[in-house]
């Protein structure tokens, strides 16, 4: 069981239901990690960490797909569910 609240899109207050909006639009409806719901239950740190991860998968040398396939194996690798 969590020990954290990782809340659903509809569970969320306005400010982070905006920031999941966002994430679902730039990888996929019901793509929101894990680590992002958690986040929500404080939306001003949502906001952030996502504003942060948009700049981290938008610059730089390496395309995104590739840059979010290396996270999907740390996070594999370490025994993440999502």
Known sequence: MARIKLPEKNEVRKEAKDVYEEV???????KVTCIF????????????NWNR???L?????????FKEG??????AKAGCEA
């Open 70 to 75: 290396i996270s999907v194996l740390i996070s």
């Open 53 to 55: 991860m948009k700049v």
């Open 24 to 30: 679902e639009a730039v990888r996929g409806p019901g």
């Open 57 to 65: 998968l938008s610059t730089g040398n390496f395309p995104k797909d």
């Open 37 to 48: 719901k958690s986040w929500a239950n404080y939306p001003e740190i949502l906001r952030q």
